[in-house]
């Protein structure tokens, strides 16, 4: 079975400095993809990066980007230049069969960002 | 466009009571599901659906019935509550081409309290 691990539960970051969230998974599949979703506190999942894992170039949106290792099955978040609106809980997920849907979730790890 | 709609927002219910939520979208999608969310364990997978009259169980399908009557209704059955199901629930769809980046659209969740 898949599983994914965010081994940080809380972090907190400046304004306008750099942070990274980490992200773990288990998987025996060589095709699969991996997303990121922010939840702030209105409860809303906004999905904020996907990445394809037959896709060796790291995706980008805007000031977020991810660190896709696939051969130690790591794919942190970085977010540059955080705002006070980036504060939330972060979700790592994994979906492992492509027309299914179906994600299986981290544990989640909330960010604080201090002005 | 609605999106997905989720009703209630808030529910109470006593223990071995039973009760519906709703969850209706417009776009035409044929893939639908419900998630639990629970501090410290991200959010897992009760049943899906990949279109009408097909549903399938998730991680967590145990106390839950679903049906897929409709190509727009997916409604989660709780028929005897416990506590262990306080949880806040997403109904989420999606079209079956999240592999050329389609995207999963959240409800907005439901906060149920069992006591």
């Known amino acids: 079975a898949q599983t994914v691990t965010q081994s940080q539960p809380e972090m907190s970051v400046q304004e306008a400095e750099t942070v990274t969230l980490s992200c773990t998974y288990d998987t025996s599949e060589s095709n699969y993809y991996l997303f990121w979703y922010k939840q702030p506190p209105s409860r809303q999942m906004i999905l904020v990066i996907r990445?394809?894992?037959?896709?060796?170039q790291n995706a980008t949106e805007n000031r977020f980007s991810v660190n896709f290792q696939k051969a130690a099955k790591s794919f942190s978040l970085k977010i540059s230049d955080s705002q006070l609106g980036d504060t939330a809980m972060y979700f790592c997920a994994f979906m492992k069969h492509v027309n299914t849907g179906k994600l299986i979730f981290g544990q989640g790890t909330t960010l604080q960002v201090k002005p | 466009n609605a999106g997905v709609t989720q009703t209630p927002k808030f529910q109470v219910l006593k223990t071995g009571q039973s009760m519906t939520l709703q969850c209706a979208q417009d776009?035409?999608?044929?893939?639908m599901s419900w998630y639990r969310q629970d501090p410290g364990m991200g959010l897992r997978l009760i049943h899906y659906?990949?279109?009408?009259?097909?549903?399938d169980q998730g991680e967590v399908p145990n106390g839950y019935n679903v049906s897929r009557s409709t190509t727009e209704d997916f409604p989660l059955r709780l028929l005897s509550a416990a506590p262990s199901q306080t949880s806040v629930y997403f109904c989420a769809s999606s079209s079956l081409r999240l592999d050329i980046g389609e995207k999963l659209f959240f409800g907005s969740g439901t906060q149920l309290s069992v006591l």
């Open positions: 990445q394809e894992a037959y896709k060796q």
């Open positions: 659906s990949v279109g009408a009259g097909i549903t």
């Open positions: 776009m035409n999608h044929e893939y």
